[in-house]
């Protein structure tokens, strides 16, 4: 292969000029010669038998060159890629065969998108909005009444009707105009009382209702309900099998042992802890979250369009393959979502477009910071990876080259380096904010 010449004819484009000597071109002509001439039937000659120049003297001397160019083609564009120093983030297009026969060889040239040079306004010290962290006695209550409601169990009643908070173990059939409908009938359904699970007026009548009652209720379904029931007058009979009620435990210091604590006290003081413990972690996810948006503003740059339609598609079919895993596929989740797939795909290409800019702002940062990695860290990676992947470590570093691991190490300094750098800042009050949005 030789690279003739590699030119910044656009923005973000190259045209290439490749050459290949007669000698190579001759050889790719052979091989395909050799791939193919059990396909070809020449009469008088067994299939696949028929001589070369045989071949080429009933279908034309160049019969071979377009397999002869499509096979050599990837490996030459490797090549003059590698050689000019050029990223390309799309396919070669606009291809120009100006030579190709086994006299002189080929010669070509194409054209070809490269990843684009960015600058950085700013990376370190971005200013990001934090919530500051703080728990309430409501919260720390909250949390204790599910905490109890964990701990309850179900007490079986069966000397007294129906109230308010039981739960019932019912059948019920419903109609309307006296016919029975889909999706009106159950048996041993479990429905606690004042969830509102069921329609306005339903789970209120079986209150007062003892065990083994047959009986009739009326309700009206709501307006905004199924177009075939809305509005409708229906009667649903009801057979009352159980009822069963919660029993909470008591608030007190057996119940704090219970949960590794000595005293209520103690108990809501650990609950106040975990709280804020969590809360500082979501808060600081949103944190870098925002960070990593401001980042993505700082980039500057004519990034090429293909490289955010190409993140987007690899981030539709990524989606695609974690729901098929799921027993699911996109257009079935989508409809569960409430999205259409025009929806959909808009919101994935803008997330693209972050995606890219966030790709070329820590590229740039890695570039800039000149970052050295220690050969026991890269080691650290290799065996964190064997670990991972239950592979002997010399295995795993044939699988994934050393300048691969190193570049990722790179990567993750220079995300580090950003969320370590920036400024946590306290959101602005909400009138402000519609301030700045109506601006």
Same mark, same amino acid.
Request: aromatic letters at 8%; glycine letters at 6%.
């Given at each position: ?115 684009? *040079?960015?600058?950085? $306004? ?7 909005? %934090? /919530?500051?962290? @703080?728990?309430? +006695? #409501? ?93 409708? *007058?229906?009667?649903? $009979? ?7 009620? %919660? /029993?909470?435990? @008591?608030?007190? +210091? #057996? ?107 820590? /590229? ?76």
């Amino acid at each position: 292969m030789s690279l003739v010449s590699a030119n910044k004819t656009e923005t973000n484009t190259y045209t290439v000029e490749i050459s290949v000597s007669a000698e190579d071109f001759k050889k790719a002509v052979q091989d395909s010669y050799f791939a193919n001439r059990k396909k070809i039937q020449i009469p008088g000659f067994r299939k696949g038998k028929a001589p070369k120049h045989l071949i080429e003297s009933m279908y034309g001397e160049d019969f071979f060159y377009e397999d002869a160019l499509e096979a050599i083609f990837p490996a030459e564009v490797e090549a003059a890629y590698k050689e000019a120093g050029i990223e390309p983030v799309d396919q070669p297009r606009d291809l120009d065969v100006k030579t190709m026969n086994v006299t002189e060889g080929l010669n070509f040239t194409f054209k070809v998108t490269v990843k684009p *040079e960015i600058t950085l $306004k700013q990376y370190k010290g971005l200013e990001a909005e %934090k /919530e500051t962290v @703080e728990v309430t +006695d #409501e919260e720390i209550d909250g949390e204790i009444k599910y905490m109890l409601d964990r701990g309850s169990r179900l007490v079986d009643v069966d000397d007294r009707a129906v109230q308010k908070g039981d739960i019932t173990i019912i059948d019920f059939e419903g109609f309307v105009d006296g016919v029975a409908f889909d999706g009106g009938k159950a048996e041993k359904y479990s429905l606690t009382i004042g969830d509102g699970q069921f329609i306005p007026g339903f789970e209120d009548q079986i209150i007062g209702h003892s065990i083994g009652e047959e009986f009739d209720i009326n309700v009206t379904f709501p307006e905004d309900y199924a177009p075939e029931l809305a509005s409708k *007058e229906a009667v649903f $009979k009801i057979k009352l099998h159980e009822i069963k009620f %919660k /029993e909470i435990p @008591e608030l007190d +210091d #057996e119940f704090a042992k219970d949960q590794d604590y000595e005293t209520v006290a103690e108990l809501r003081e650990g609950v106040k802890s975990d709280l804020a413990a969590h809360k500082e972690e979501s808060y600081q996810h949103a944190f870098e979250d925002r960070v990593i948006e401001k980042l993505c503003d700082n980039v500057e740059g004519e990034i090429p369009e293909v490289m955010y339609d190409n993140k987007a598609k690899e981030n539709i079919d990524g989606f695609a393959n974690r729901i098929r895993q799921q027993g699911l596929d996109v257009d079935m989740y989508l409809s569960y979502m409430g999205l259409d797939r025009e929806s959909y795909e808009k919101m994935m290409r803008e997330r693209a477009v972050n995606d890219v800019k966030y790709e070329l702002a820590i /590229e740039k940062i890695v570039e800039l910071e000149n970052f050295e990695i220690p050969a026991e860290e890269i080691d650290k990676e290799y065996a964190d990876m064997a670990e991972q992947y239950k592979l002997d470590v010399e295995k795993i570093k044939e699988i994934v080259p050393v300048d691969a691991v190193e570049g990722q190490l790179k990567r993750q300094k220079a995300a580090k380096l950003v969320i370590d750098t920036a400024v946590a800042v306290a959101p602005k009050p909400k009138e402000e904010k519609a301030e700045d949005k109506a601006e």
